[in-house]
């Protein structure tokens, strides 16, 4: 019963820091429209952030709490997730096409991202000064996004199209949103700890499981039902972009804040998020487009690495025990 009851806890965990993270989002983007900042910068930073807020205080607080495999296997998994099984649905649903500025920009910086993350936890640390370096090239990432976007068409009106909501509503949804993020991510990481005790596994696998899926189940929903519309190309567009926040923002804030031993998160697992993306950006860059086999491809690798995972992570006793 108590396994249940924290299985519940992590549900409504999971609601409440998405439900949060909406919340605060909508109540930033109306100040920001408020204050006349232009719609292509709120689009690409804050809109933009507020996607990346579950990941963000989930890994914060596991970190602080001392779980820093949760918090790594969190960013981990939830870049396995998006490029492997996001992409793979949304293209078994129909072929997408990918817009030319994700496969030329987006893209690469991902893979670099996988590539500077796998150099810096060689020795299963992220310290500080690893932490700092995610954290400026991250910067450098977001100043290249800005200028290339201001370049590629002309700026927004900052006119506003409808009635923005009050400014005393506006700074509730941002007080409110922030406080559901940090109870949602403490009742989160508490509940997926003691599963992992009960389950006799690490926090390192929850968080590559359970903690990443958890926290990318509503990309997977919109891209599904965006790739049946036809109009997955942003959808996809935006989750690949997620993967660049995950790596460099979450884990460069986090990592100054908490420096973080990473003692079961393995080469296979950095190395499987680096190569999907890698294998993505190969089949994208055919017609731009990702086709039905292609996607079967990724699902499937997905599939097979979840079940190895799993394999080998659930000792003989606690199977044993799930099944009686």
Known sequence: MELVLDIIIIIAGIALVLWGADRMTDGAVSIARRLRIPQMVIGLTIVALGTSMPE????LVSALKGTSDLAVGNVVGSNIFNTLLIVGVAALVAPIT??????????????????????LCFDKNIGRIDAFILFAVFILFMVYT??????????????????????????????????????GSNLFVNSATDVAR???????????????????????ATSAVAAKKGQSAIAIGNVIGS???????????????????TKDI???????MTLSMVLLWLFSFTRYKVERWEG?????????????????????????????
């Open 146 to 183: 800005l200028w290339q976007a201001k370049k590629g068409k002309p700026e927004a009106s900052t006119e506003t199209t409808k009635e923005e909501m009050p400014i005393w509503k506006s700074s509730f949804f941002v007080i409110l949103g922030l406080s559901c993020l940090v109870l």
């Open 266 to 272: 393995h080469m296979e697992d950095y190395g499987l």
């Open 243 to 261: 993967n660049v926040y995950n790596v460099l923002l979450i884990l460069g804030l986090t990592g100054i804040i908490c420096p973080m031993e």
């Open 98 to 119: 990918i817009l030319r500025s994700t496969v030329t920009k987006d893209m690469p910086w991902s893979v670099l991202a996988g590539i500077l993350l796998i150099a």
């Open 296 to 324: 079967l491809v990724l699902t499937v690798i997905f599939i097979i690495y979840i079940v190895w995972l799993v394999f080998n992570a659930v000792s003989p006793a606690a199977a044993q025990a799930i099944l009686n």
């Open 198 to 220: 009960a389950l006799n596994v690490s926090d390192a696998v929850i968080g590559l499981t359970i903690v990443a899926g958890g926290t990318s189940l509503p990309e997977l």
């Open 56 to 59: 963000l205080c989930i890994s």
